[in-house]
Every structure is written in structure tokens, then in C-alpha cells.
């Protein structure tokens, strides 16, 4: 077996060895930190050795004994390692599989984004405990010190532990709440790895194909829940112009002008049959109206033959869905497409005074873009400046002020 098949592997069967192992014994981060040695044990084992015939309980048996070794150096927990050593004479071996034992990842995403815990907390507790990233490659997709993220990952483990979180599927009520935070919990992995919010990329890979793994694994646990569901379409669809959205120069390239023929239609596909199945029998959610926008730009063979009206009529649902400062921007775009940039104007003037988007590079860019439209060219380059002055994501920065720079040209 290939060195990425068996990383793709040991990345799927590590949320399920530590749920099963929390779910026995507790101790979150004891159980994760055991997790963690197992799937460094098979990285340095299997590719000399071979992938087990049972992988998962390979990977289980080494991970309990990580954690009985460990509580039995801590001589003020004997009682709890009297318990463990017991538990672990019940263990099955590497290539055995307990009949009762079940995939707990949908617990352990829902332990991951426990209420207690900050956004950037439950981010980084998902991939480290459920992604199986390590806290290095963590810490490197978000730009911050590795002792940072191993700092972050720690306090949010021991949120956890003095909240008093149990292992275990909340109620019903409860539960919905915490399905919404993990899903905008992977939505903010994939935007960040679509679009890098700082740095010198514009994507970042890693962080996207995560996202969408994470999102497909949920979508199998939770068939029935339109919402997630929706989500993985949008991913596919959003990611599905990821080839055609940078030129060989690294310049970002817009939606309008980009190349339609190296848009991966398989995704287009699966995405966009996703959502037009959920839509038929789950009441539309954001995520849902997200992917149907996303689906009608990827029906369009060239950008004139794009339905603008049918995205603005989406958009204004998504605005009473779920109101929020950059969905109005993108219904300024699509009204612009539909009525005049004067109209699109009007509606992005409703969110100066908005403390959350007032200062932020991406209401200056559209401003830009619905100025150019609207001919007025001084306004426009100022507007791209700004922009680029406030982003701190390098790629946009160079694509704003290359846009402001064409406006200085004349024209023929």
C-alpha cells in the first residue's frame, strides 16, 4: 500500500479509534495524546511491515496500551489503572474486532465543538482530534507558532474537562445546536484553505481537501440532515473552480474571467446532484441556498450566460436565512447584474455604518468592482487601493493593485 493511501487510511481511523477509546475510559486528552503515538507507531511500522489485515483494531490495541503504560506511571492513579488493566485484558488484538464496537466520530466532532470552547478552539480541536493532523501542520496552515496552536489545543482540552463534557450524544434539542457549530466549524476550514485569509498563497490544499473530508464522513453519518448535506455540495462546488481560479503567475483570477474548461465536472456533478436531491425533501437552510448559488454559477457554460435574477432571488432568501454583512455584498454583485451598478451601490451604502464589514478590504473590492461598472474610474482606483491596503492576504493584494493599475492606464 502506497504512502499516501496509508496516510489517507490512518487519517480516517484515527477519529474512530479515539472515540471508541474516550467513549471506554474518558480522559480526552489522555486518549487523544495515546492516539496520537498509535498513528506515529503505523507510520513508522507499516510501510516496512505491511498494513494490518484489521487496521483499526491494530491501531486500537497499541493506543490502549499507550494509555495503560501511561496511568501506570502515574502511581496516584492506581485505582483508575487497576480499571484500565482490566478493561485491556478485554481488548482484541491487532487483527481482531470487538462485535459491539461502533464508529463514534459524530460524538467526537460533537465533544470537538463543545459550546464551551472558542471558534478557533473548536477549528483546531476538530483537526487535531478528528482530522488526525498533527499540531505542527496545524499551526503551519494557520500561520502561527507551533507552541501557539499546541497552547490553543491544550486549553480547549481542558475547557472540556472542567465543563464536565460527557462522552456521549446530547439531547435531541441540544444536539442540533451543536451539528450547527461543527458545521461552521469545517465551513470556516474550507474558507480559510479556499481563500487564505493572510500569507503569501491564495489556497491552501490541504486545508480544503480536509474540510471536504471531514464534511463527506459527516454527510455518511447524517444522511438525513439536509444541512449537512448542503454543506459538502457547496464544498464540491465551491472547489471544483479551485485550477482556474490562479493564472501561471499566481494572479487571482474572478469568476467572470476565468477558464470554464478546467472547472472538474466530476465534483460539479456529484455537488450539484447533492444539493437538488436535499432540496426536494429539507426545508432550505444556508448552506443549502449557498450550494443552489454555487450550482447555478456552474451551470453556466460562459459568464453572459449566467441566471443573475435566480442568484439574486437566492441571495435574498440567503438574507433572511441567515443575515449577514458579506451576504449583502454578494447580492449587491448580483443585483448590480440585474438592475445597474447604481442599484448595487445603493445596497452596499446600507453597510457603512456596520462595524463588522466597515473597514474590511472585501467591501472596498466590491465597491471597486460596481464603480468600474458604473464608469466611474477615479472612484474605482481609489476603491481598489483601499483594498488592497487592507487585506493581508498577499495574492489579493497583488490582484486589487494590479486592477487599480489598469484604471491609471488610458484607454484606446
Request: aromatic share 4%; glycine share 8%; net charge neutral.
Amino acid at each position: 500500500m502506497g504512502g499516501g493511501v496509508a496516510e489517507e487510511l490512518l487519517r480516517t481511523l484515527a477519529p474512530q479509534v479515539l472515540g471508541t477509546l474516550v467513549r471506554r475510559h474518558g480522559a480526552f486528552d489522555a486518549c487523544e495524546d495515546a492516539v496520537q503515538e498509535a498513528l506515529l507507531a503505523a507510520a513508522v511500522q507499516w510501510p516496512g511491515d505491511g498494513v494490518p489485515e484489521n487496521p483499526r483494531g491494530w491501531l486500537l490495541t497499541v493506543a490502549t496500551r499507550r494509555l495503560t503504560d501511561q496511568w501506570r506511571s502515574e502511581r496516584a492513579r492506581r485505582d483508575r489503572e487497576a480499571a484500565v488493566a482490566a478493561d485491556e485484558r478485554d481488548e482484541p488484538g491487532p487483527d481482531e474486532e470487538r462485535p459491539g464496537d461502533r464508529d463514534d466520530t459524530l460524538t467526537l466532532l460533537l465533544l470537538c465543538c463543545h459550546p464551551s470552547l472558542s471558534p478557533s478552539s473548536q477549528v483546531a480541536l476538530t483537526l487535531r482530534a478528528v482530522g488526525g493532523l498533527t499540531t505542527a501542520q496545524i499551526a503551519r496552515a494557520f500561520l502561527v507558532p507551533e507552541a501557539t496552536m499546541a497552547q490553543r489545543v491544550s486549553r480547549a482540552k481542558q475547557k472540556i474537562k472542567a465543563a464536565g463534557a460527557r462522552f456521549a450524544m446530547p439531547p435531541p434539542a441540544e444536539r442540533d445546536e451543536r451539528l450547527r457549530a461543527v458545521l461552521h466549524v469545517l465551513y470556516l476550514v474550507f474558507n480559510e484553505g479556499y481563500t487564505a485569509s493572510s500569507g503569501p498563497d491564495l489556497q491552501r490544499t490541504d486545508l480544503t481537501a480536509e474540510a471536504v473530508r471531514l464534511a463527506r464522513a459527516l454527510h455518511g453519518l447524517l444522511p438525513g440532515d439536509g444541512e449537512t448535506a448542503g454543506l459538502l455540495a457547496l464544498m464540491l462546488l465551491t472547489d471544483a473552480r479551485r485550477a482556474a481560479r490562479t493564472g501561471r503567475d499566481g494572479m487571482l483570477i474572478p469568476l467572470a474571467e476565468q477558464d470554464r474548461t478546467l472547472w472538474r465536472r466530476d465534483a460539479i456533478g456529484e455537488g450539484t446532484a447533492l444539493i437538488t436531491d436535499a432540496l426536494t425533501w429539507s426545508p432550505p437552510g444556508p448552506y443549502q441556498v449557498q450550494a443552489a448559488i454555487a450550482a447555478v454559477h456552474a451551470e453556466a457554460a460562459r459568464p453572459e450566460d449566467t441566471d443573475w435574477p435566480q442568484i439574486l432571488a437566492l441571495y435574498r432568501l440567503l438574507t433572511h436565512l441567515a443575515p449577514n454583512p458579506m451576504v449583502t455584498l454578494n447580492e449587491a454583485v448580483a443585483l448590480a447584474m440585474v438592475d445597474g451598478p447604481s442599484a448595487g451601490l445603493d445596497l452596499l451604502r446600507t453597510l457603512d455604518g456596520d462595524a463588522r464589514v466597515s473597514g474590511h478590504h472585501r467591501l472596498a473590492a466590491v465597491r471597486a468592482h460596481l464603480l468600474e461598472m458604473a464608469g466611474d474610474t477615479r472612484a474605482a482606483r481609489a476603491a481598489y487601493r483601499d483594498a488592497a491596503r487592507t487585506t493581508t492576504s498577499l495574492p489579493e493584494r497583488r490582484y486589487l493593485d494590479s486592477r487599480a493599475a489598469r484604471l491609471d492606464r488610458p484607454g484606446p
